[in-house]
């Protein structure tokens, strides 16, 4: 992925708004968005630090220069995310980072944040994906209540928080065009799945924030908003939100009760593989099963430990 010059990872997907590809992890997996106003450059999401770089040449490859960059808005702190925050706020001295306020903390002192994802992915998976986490002084950093509106020039971007993935999550949506950005509030999916009858999308739940009725109201939320198109992180672009967000709300009530019948991680992870095969079937899909075990096995795990960890938690409230 290193080796694809930055402006062949750059697309444009809807009036001044460009998805880039991150690679992280591999190609179409991970992007950040740019929106561009005239002479002014805002980035929703980094990326993780090797994106950096990369990122910044492909903004230059729209005549502008980095130095454009006002602002980043990050949907939340996870670090497939945010991971690159440090790095890239210590390169554009001017911009501003804007994150919901749950966020903030995170991306200024990233150590508590950092102790957790090594707990979950490991230490082998953290230093080679991730490097060191960079802080990003208070001063530059704003937090961004629901219902924050936004300047870039001319144009103006509403955020609007959904929680369910993560307690600090936050959608934007651009009025000039009508795209929302979803970081991960709106599922996930591969275009490598997509199919005749659309795509593949399921609900992302990793340790240690899931709240299935929070992340309902999320998708409605969104849905709201009357997307012209849904821009989630992994990865693509969602142009049939009503269709999309039904499958994700069928995925988060079979995911609870798969959860509530499961006698152990290990079973509730094959229990959620199973759901996916389950609906490729349906679509007549059998062959393509292989490669959504390949393409879903990291997900399988995270979306497991999150839900089992809520269910651990659920259990001790009662
Ligand atoms: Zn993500």
Same mark, same amino acid.
């Given at each position: 992925?290193?080796? /694809?010059?930055? %402006?062949?990872?750059?697309?444009?997907?809807?009036?001044? $708004?460009y998805r *880039?590809?991150?690679?992280?992890?591999?190609?179409?997996?991970?992007?950040c968005?740019?929106?561009? &106003?005239?002479?002014?450059?805002?980035?929703?999401?980094?990326?993780?630090?090797?994106? +950096?770089?990369?990122?910044?040449? &492909?903004v230059?490859?729209?005549?502008?220069?980095? =130095?454009? +960059?006002?602002?980043? !808005?990050?949907?939340? &702190?996870h670090?497939?995310?945010?991971?690159?925050g440090?790095?890239?706020?210590?390169?554009?001295?001017?911009?501003?980072?804007?994150?919901?306020?749950?966020?903030?903390r995170?991306? !200024?002192?990233?150590?508590?944040?950092?102790?957790?994802?090594? &707990?979950?992915?490991?230490?082998?998976?953290f230093?080679?994906?991730?490097?060191?986490?960079?802080? @990003?002084?208070?001063e530059?950093?704003?937090?961004?209540?629901?219902?924050?509106?936004?300047?870039l020039?001319?144009?103006?971007?509403?955020v609007?928080? /959904?929680p369910? =993935?993560?307690?600090?999550?936050?959608? !934007?949506?651009?009025?000039?065009?009508? @795209?929302?950005?979803?970081?991960?509030? *709106?599922?996930?999916?591969?275009?490598?799945? #997509?199919?005749p009858?659309?795509?593949? *999308? $399921?609900?992302?739940?990793?340790?240690?924030?899931?709240?299935?009725?929070?992340?309902?109201?999320?998708i409605?939320?969104?849905?709201?908003? /009357?997307?012209?198109? !849904?821009?989630?992180?992994h990865?693509?672009?969602v %142009?049939?939100?009503?269709?999309?967000?039904?499958?994700?709300?069928?995925?988060?009530?079979?995911? @609870?009760?798969?959860?509530?019948?499961a #006698?152990?991680?290990?079973?509730?992870q094959?229990?959620?593989?199973?759901?996916?095969?389950?609906?490729?079937?349906?679509?007549?899909r059998?062959?393509?099963?292989?490669?959504?075990?390949?393409?879903?096995?990291?997900?399988?795990?995270?979306?497991?430990?999150?839900?089992?960890d809520?269910?651990?938690k %659920?259990?001790?409230?009662?």
């Amino acid at each position: 992925m290193e080796e /694809t010059p930055a %402006d062949k990872r750059l697309q444009q997907v809807a009036n001044g $708004v460009y998805r *880039f590809d991150t690679g992280y992890i591999r190609p179409r997996h991970t992007a950040c968005y740019i929106i561009r &106003a005239e002479d002014r450059v805002a980035i929703v999401d980094c990326g993780v630090n090797a994106t +950096i770089e990369p990122l910044l040449e &492909a903004v230059e490859t729209l005549g502008v220069t980095r =130095h454009a +960059i006002e602002s980043l !808005i990050a949907t939340h &702190a996870h670090l497939d995310h945010a991971g690159g925050g440090g790095r890239l706020m210590a390169a554009i001295p001017q911009a501003t980072l804007y994150a919901h306020p749950s966020a903030t903390r995170h991306l !200024i002192d990233p150590g508590k944040l950092e102790k957790g994802v090594r &707990a979950v992915y490991g230490d082998t998976f953290f230093d080679r994906e991730y490097g060191a986490l960079e802080p @990003v002084s208070s001063e530059r950093v704003v937090a961004t209540p629901d219902q924050t509106t936004l300047k870039l020039g001319q144009r103006v971007l509403d955020v609007v928080h /959904t929680p369910g =993935h993560a307690r600090h999550h936050q959608a !934007i949506r651009d009025r000039q065009t009508s @795209v929302v950005f979803a970081g991960d509030a *709106f599922g996930v999916g591969y275009p490598e799945l #997509d199919g005749p009858e659309g795509r593949l *999308f $399921v609900p992302e739940t990793p340790p240690n924030q899931f709240d299935p009725e929070a992340m309902h109201a999320s998708i409605d939320r969104i849905l709201a908003l /009357t997307p012209a198109r !849904i821009l989630p992180t992994h990865y693509g672009n969602v %142009d049939k939100p009503a269709s999309v967000a039904y499958q994700l709300h069928r995925f988060v009530d079979a995911y @609870v009760e798969c959860c509530m019948q499961a #006698d152990s991680l290990e079973s509730l992870q094959q229990a959620i593989m199973k759901l996916y095969e389950q609906e490729l079937r349906r679509r007549g899909r059998r062959d393509d099963i292989p490669l959504m075990r390949d393409y879903y096995s990291m997900d399988t795990n995270l979306v497991a430990q999150g839900l089992w960890d809520w269910r651990l938690k %659920d259990a001790r409230q009662r």
